[in-house]
């Protein structure tokens, strides 16, 4: 038996089992397949935290023949102890029983039990076959319904089935458990066997400390980005003064490239603190963070107020409107998923990009030299800042488990927006002001106390984001 609590997450082929370990261990790589029978021998993860291991989670392969199994073990006349290792005695060298004894192993190993199953479904004689086999072996369980279709029909029979056979029941949906949910898990799993109250409580607040590490992190990691950002500048001489302003332009591309390179720096960045692969982190289809940084889009969703932005919409008409009168009635965060489309109607209006590359500043600086940048606005930062905050929301909810072939866009859910710049307070905005202003001005005294509170309102905004 290990030294920390085990878990073996246990089921029928195919209702979400290693999706459910993906996720609670957070590891994108654990195979997950439409096709059942895929998982065919048990597997370890440990949750790693300040490089200890502090929890584990076994995935194994789904029942097989669960019938024939409990038929056995109703006939088994030994000490109940004796149960579990009798059967693999019996059962070791069957290939018909093989997936049985593979899931019992962690369980004859003093592992916990986490029994999935997709609750969209009717109950079947089989599943009652499985929940009887768990509660022979005598085994602390708790029983997870996942509802693969999120329909719910079933849902009040399964748990009235289930309460007979397990000491816990709880509703996790694998592709959509925000942080909050999986903590609230790991919490009530603590109430399952009280050996291990101690152990998973420890657990429970690594978890937390851990997350709240990540998104000081992220606050830290932002505010960095921002500063090297709004002090970024491309400079040439001149031979000739009439070359100016083809000069200027390929500066001003030049100093986009390296803008929108940091920033993509940054987003990976975050995607690691989350323990997601870059590659396997998808934004959702109409996600207004796939319109280029300096686009007029951009600039139009995230860089007007909220009043200019309701007024062009009304002037735009039509849709654009009425999408984004939606937003303001308080779809919030869909903002940013309306307007994808809305936005480009609306930038109609700016005529085009002209707009917006006029606010990346063409400075002349004497006859011989010209310069761009840095960036002139302070829009700039409430427009970067809107596309980290909204960045950050998507990869804490993109599921461990969600492989990109079936990605599912997340559902974006109301009140999400409140916290973004386009609703922090006055004293908030001051704040980025200000902050704007002391980057400007280099790096003095004044700057560092800046930063300094721009990490902790960030982290604050980070934290109150995780608890929606
Ligand atoms: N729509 C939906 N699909 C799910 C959910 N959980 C799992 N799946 C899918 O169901 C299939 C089987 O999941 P998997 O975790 O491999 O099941 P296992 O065989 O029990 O390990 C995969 O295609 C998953 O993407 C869910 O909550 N909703
Ligand atoms: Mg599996």
Not at 56 to 62: H, I, K, M, Q, S
Not at 147 to 161: H, I, V
Not at 235 to 257: N, Q
């Amino acid at each position: 038996m290990s030294h920390f609590p085990v878990f073996a997450v246990i089921g029928h082929p195919n209702e979400g089992k290693s999706s459910v370990v993906a996720t609670l261990v957070e590891n994108d790589a654990i195979r997950i397949s439409p096709r059942p029978g895929e998982t065919v021998a048990a597997k370890s993860y440990p949750v790693t935290i300040d490089g200890k291991d502090v929890i584990a989670f076994v995935d194994t392969p789904g029942f097989q023949n669960p019938v024939q199994t409990l038929g056995w073990m109703r006939k088994f006349q030994g000490a109940e102890s004796e149960l579990l290792p009798a059967f693999l005695a019996e059962f070791g060298d069957d290939p018909g029983m093989a997936h049985e004894c593979e899931l019992l192993l962690p369980v004859l190993d003093g592992a916990g039990i986490i029994y999935v199953l997709d609750a969209s479904r009717p109950l079947r004689q089989v599943d009652r076959a499985e929940m009887e086999i768990l509660r022979l072996t005598g085994r602390p369980r708790m029983a997870i319904l996942n509802c693969k279709t999120g329909e719910e029909e079933f849902l009040e029979e399964w748990k009235a089935e289930l309460r007979r056979h397990f000491n816990m029941v709880r509703v996790f949906n694998a592709l959509r458990a925000t942080f909050a949910e999986r903590l609230r898990l790991l919490e009530s799993l603590r109430a399952l066997e009280q050996d291990w109250e101690g152990a998973l409580g420890r657990v429970v607040d690594a978890f937390a400390r851990d997350w709240k590490r990540r998104n000081a992190e992220c606050a830290a990691l932002a505010v960095d980005f921002l500063r090297r950002v709004l002090g970024m500048t491309e400079t040439a001489s001149l031979s000739d003064p009439g070359e100016r302003d083809a000069r200027e332009a390929v500066l001003a591309r030049r100093l986009e490239e390296g803008i929108r390179a940091e920033e993509a720096r940054l987003h990976d960045q975050v995607c690691l603190q989350f323990r997601h692969d870059r590659r396997s982190f998808a934004l959702p289809g109409q996600s207004v963070l796939r319109e280029d940084l300096f686009s007029s889009t951009t600039w139009t969703v995230f860089g007007l107020g909220k009043g200019k932005l309701v007024a062009a919409a009304v002037a735009a008409g039509g849709a654009a409107g009425a999408a984004l009168d939606l937003a303001t009635l308080g779809h919030s965060l869909g903002l940013f998923a309306t307007v994808g489309g809305a936005a480009a109607g609306l930038a109609a209006l700016f005529k085009g990009e002209g707009l917006v590359r006029g606010k990346v500043m063409g400075l002349g600086i004497g006859q011989r030299r010209v310069q761009v940048g840095p960036l002139g606005s302070v829009q700039w930062v409430y427009i970067l800042l809107d596309r980290f905050l909204l960045h950050y929301w998507y990869v804490i909810h993109w599921s461990h488990a969600l492989r990109d072939k079936d990605f599912l866009p997340v559902p974006v859910e109301e009140g999400g927006k409140q916290g973004m710049t386009g609703s922090w307070d006055r004293e908030a905005r001051g704040l980025c002001a200000a902050f704007f202003k002391a980057v400007g001005d280099g790096g003095t005294e004044k700057s560092m106390e800046l930063e300094g509170r721009m990490r902790r309102l960030l982290e604050e905004e980070l934290e109150r984001m995780s608890r929606l």
